[in-house]
């Protein structure tokens, strides 16, 4: 187990806990989407637009994180990395706290919509520098050797936030009536959401700014011009490697976590309350795969755990789809056990926040991630869709591709570290 002080543990405790409700904040939106669609938009709308529509306003959250996440990682790197790691929980609770407080479509009318979007953008770029400036925050503050096991941990309890916002939904959906639903059951996630971030925002004030932060205070040593400029003209390696483990992250994510449910009920009849609660197994144990790959990287290296991890998340993705037309009895099993696999995402951020220097880390790392996962997350439903047709195992098939590709960069960041060793 890695040897860390009673800091170290309070500074993970703290931003893990902070990262989940922030990430549950942000996904929340999605658990609700049909309800906020019939109280969002105009009554007379054909259902398709006002999902599409619904569906378009939660999908600006991800537009935004780009733009969110330069900006706050550019701050990051010049006035210090606390202050952004308090900013951006703060600016996600106010919008989600907001957005349960909102008047409906029935009330005042197409401002209601308009409201909503602006809400969801706040969000958005808030997330856009939550993640990359947790990862940067807990892989500053321990101790070189236990990166790994950081970032892991950081990593499982931001999908703990998937978890968290899912058993939500479910009790919020069986303590209220249909029709309390549209009055003041949707309301409570948001609001709840935005007073435990607060709360979080709060408790951040007794973290400490990085050691690493301060040594290069000290030393005058932070960046003397703008930070991403820096980072485009000096570091493309690092930010094409991140951009290509975002990719794998991403599709990791988005097909085996997100869409993996619905795709089960419509592709082989398996009720919405089976795949859910498959799905919520699934996500207890990529909490549980994040912090475990994170151990294995401090002790054997990020290029053979990726290597490996990839590997088993390539078998076990195409064992789940394979099964689930002959076996759908074995779904809890066999997507836990692939849901472990997806924690392989738990190596990208260590590797990431290494690929920078620390000058720009924060600024390298959040453009290379958010800008990433804003183009590969957001066309990755959609290339699933469009093979579907074509190929039924698409999703299995898609997953399987990208885990060959994370095999390759954990190959080459083997023989990297290896050269670096007998050099």
């Not at 947790?134 to 096991?149: D, I, M």
């Not at 000290?218 to 820096?230: F, H, M, S």
């Not at 990020?302 to 991890?309: K, N, Q, S």
Request: include cysteine; proline fraction near 6%.
């Amino acid at each position: 187990m890695p040897t860390l002080s009673r800091n170290d543990y309070r500074t993970l405790v703290l931003a893990a806990l902070g990262g989940a409700l922030e990430f549950y904040d942000f996904v929340i939106f999605v658990f609700f989407a049909v309800v906020i669609g019939q109280l969002f938009f105009p009554p007379d709308m054909p259902d398709w637009l006002r999902q599409l529509q619904t569906f378009g306003i939660f999908a600006a959250g991800y537009l935004a994180r780009p733009l969110g996440g330069i900006v706050m990682a550019h701050f990051g790197d010049l006035l210090g990395r606390k202050r952004m790691f308090m900013l951006s929980i703060f600016l996600m609770a106010i919008p989600t706290m907001a957005i349960g407080l909102l008047p409906t479509y029935a009330v005042i009318g197409i401002w209601a919509p308009l409201l909503l979007l602006a809400m969801r953008v706040l969000q958005g770029a808030a997330i856009g520098g939550e993640i990359p400036g947790a990862w940067v925050f807990v892989s500053e503050h321990v101790p070189a050797r236990h990166v790994g096991f950081a970032c892991g941990t950081l990593t499982a309890g931001l999908t703990g936030g998937i978890l968290l916002g899912s058993l939500v939904a479910t009790a919020v959906n069986k303590a209220y009536s249909p029709a309390d639903m549209l009055t003041i059951g949707w309301r409570m996630p948001f609001i709840i959401g935005g007073l435990f971030g607060l709360m979080a925002a709060w408790l951040r004030q007794w973290l400490q700014e990085t050691p690493v932060f301060r040594e290069m205070q000290a030393r005058q040593a932070l960046a003397d011009e703008l930070p991403l400029k820096t980072v485009i003209r000096e570091h493309r390696p690092a930010v094409i490697l991140t951009m290509l483990m975002t990719w794998l992250l991403s599709a990791a994510i988005v097909v085996m976590i997100l869409m993996t449910p619905p795709l089960v009920q419509k592709l082989y009849g398996i009720p919405a309350a089976v795949a859910l609660q498959a799905n919520s197994i699934a996500t207890l144990f990529l909490s549980l795969g994040c912090v475990i790959f994170g151990m294995l990287v401090d002790r054997y290296g990020a290029g053979r755990v990726l290597m490996i991890g990839c590997a088993m998340l390539g078998i076990t993705s195409g064992l789940f789809y394979q099964q689930m037309p002959v076996a759908p009895q074995n779904i809890d099993g066999l997507y836990a056990l692939c849901g472990f696999f997806v924690g392989v995402i738990g190596v990208v951020p260590s590797v990431a926040v290494k690929a920078f220097p620390p000058a720009v880390r924060f600024s390298g790392l959040s453009f290379s991630y958010n800008v990433a996962y804003a183009v590969f997350g957001g066309l990755t439903p959609v290339a699933v869709s469009v093979l579907l047709p074509l190929d039924r195992l698409a999703p299995a098939h898609y997953v399987e591709a990208l885990s060959a590709l994370g095999m390759l960069i954990g190959l080459y960041l083997w023989r990297k570290d290896k050269a670096v060793r007998n050099g």
